[in-house]
């Protein structure tokens, strides 16, 4: 059974930085595609980042320069570092997960099978 558990998200101020972790247990490639999403209230999901099998990645121009995906030290970890954030990126932050190879990501949300519960990121003063 896989499950991705995400951790790091809370309250900062304008201009802050944060980093997210998904941890990711039950897949069987070390090297798993995955993506992370946000959902602001009343606003559809969005892709922020992906990475592929390979390590190629892709970050859309809205958050571009200020979202970098990797691969944690932790094994089976994706890790999300953002800067500079804005009160408009205030969301539900998900992970998502593809066990299959990928090596190319768009970040398109129903490429993944697997999803994490989200975690919430507040951006204000």
């Known amino acids: 059974q896989v499950q991705l558990v995400e951790s790091g998200g809370g309250l900062v101020q304008p201009g802050g930085s944060l980093r997210l972790s998904c941890a990711a247990s039950g897949l069987d490639s070390h090297y798993f595609a995955a993506s992370w999403f946000r959902q602001a209230p009343g606003g559809e999901r969005e892709g922020v980042s992906c990475i592929s099998s390979v390590g190629n990645t892709f970050t859309p121009a809205s958050v571009k320069g200020r979202f970098t995906i990797s691969r944690g030290d932790v094994r089976n970890t994706v890790v999300l570092d953002m800067k500079n954030l804005k009160p408009e990126d205030t969301g539900v932050y998900y992970c998502?997960?593809?066990?299959?190879?990928?090596?190319?990501?768009?970040?398109?949300?129903?490429?993944?099978?697997?999803w994490g519960q989200g975690t919430q990121v507040t951006v204000s003063s």
């Open positions: 998502a997960a593809d066990h299959r190879y990928v090596q190319y990501c768009a970040g398109v949300p129903g490429e993944y099978p697997y």
